[in-house]
């Protein structure tokens, strides 16, 4: 079993910033690909970015040029730094791992909001 905790979600203006951080209990070296998705109420869980074992990275085309999806290995940790944070950014976000199989975070909420 993995273990994926997210932190850093909170409350938030628009244009305002926040850093959300995935850490995983052991190697995060084993997976794949790592990332971020999202849920907002009523909606279906989407993609927000993507980082592989080979440092390449993806976006969904709603946060490029505003969010930067970074990982540490030798913290075993994911982050994803998000700025000019609109309202429609407000969701659960999830930290997600892939390797043979998906492997999920509890999420963690931001609210952008004035």
């Known amino acids: 079993q993995v273990q994926l905790v997210e932190s850093g979600g909170g409350l938030v203006q628009p244009g305002g910033s926040l850093r959300l951080s995935c850490a995983a209990a052991g190697s995060i070296g084993r997976f794949n690909t790592m990332g971020w998705y999202r849920q907002a109420p009523g909606r279906q869980r989407e993609l927000v970015a993507l980082i592989s074992r080979g440092l390449t990275t993806n976006y969904a085309d709603s946060v490029k040029g505003r969010f930067t999806i970074s990982r540490d290995n030798a913290e075993n940790t994911v982050y994803l730094q998000m700025n000019s944070l609109k309202p429609e950014d407000t969701a659960i976000y999830y930290c997600?791992?892939?390797?043979?199989?998906?492997?999920w975070g509890q999420g963690t909420q931001v609210t952008v909001s004035s």
């Open positions: 997600n791992a892939k390797s043979l199989v998906d492997y």
